[in-house]
Structure formats: C-alpha cells, structure tokens
C-alpha cells in the first residue's frame, strides 16, 4: 500500500498501471490482465460487437490496488477505463467517490503519465479537501 495521497491509473484491456504519486516522488505498480493476448476485430456480416470482453477479474486487482488512494485519475485509450470506473461505480462506491476524473489517453510514457497527473491534480486539489476518508 502506498502512502501517497494521489494515484493514477492507465488501463486498456492487456494492462493496467497504476501509479502512486505526490510532487516529488512516485510508485509504480503494473497488473495484467488474465486474457492478455485476446484480440477481437469485427468483421462484416458477422455477430457480435467485435469488442473484447470485461475481464471482471482484472477490474477487481486494479480497484484493490487502488482502494487507499485519496483522489484518483482514471485514464487510457478505447473503452477500458469506462468498464473500469462502470466496475468502480457498482462494486466500491467508496472508491468511485474519490475518482476525480476519467480521461481519454493514447500511449503516454510512463514520465508523461506522472507529469499528467501532477498537473491534473494540481488543478483539481483546489476544489478538493485532502483529507482521506
């Protein structure tokens, strides 16, 4: 568990990182997802929507290991942080009410992700108290 108040998350449906941050220092922390190599593309004139399946599982490592955060920024490309704050939502309210935010974003380095988040929460810790609940 980290002690840093703020944690940002970037998931797509293979992995998701998590980081743990404050203005000078930082944690990582990098999970997989149990289907790791499933690739769907839809093709014409067949059924189904072509999207991969929520790995349910996955969801559930990221939100524990986001559980103790004060304020959280979830962002990646595609539809998996939607399905991860949707999971957040339904199965940790508690945590879901810490999400300061659910942002579109491609493949960043992992120094862009941290500078990201630093001038998110900068901005944001303005209209919030930081005191954990």
Known sequence: ???????LVWIDHHEAKIYHFDAVDS???????????VHIHHKANTIGSGHALVDRAFLERVAQAIATAG???ITG??????????????????????VSGVEGLDHPT???LISFGRRFFK???????QVRN
């Open 77 to 98: 490309p595609a539809n998996a942080k939607n399905e991860l704050a949707l999971h957040l939502q339904n199965q940790h309210p508690a945590v879901w009410g810490r």
């Open 123 to 129: 901005a944001d810790d303005r209209m919030h108290s």
């Open 71 to 73: 304020a959280v920024l």
């Open 110 to 112: 992992d120094g862009e």
């Open 27 to 37: 944690d990582q922390l990098t999970l997989r997802s149990s289907n790791p190599h």
């Open 1 to 7: 568990m980290s002690e840093h108040y703020h944690a």
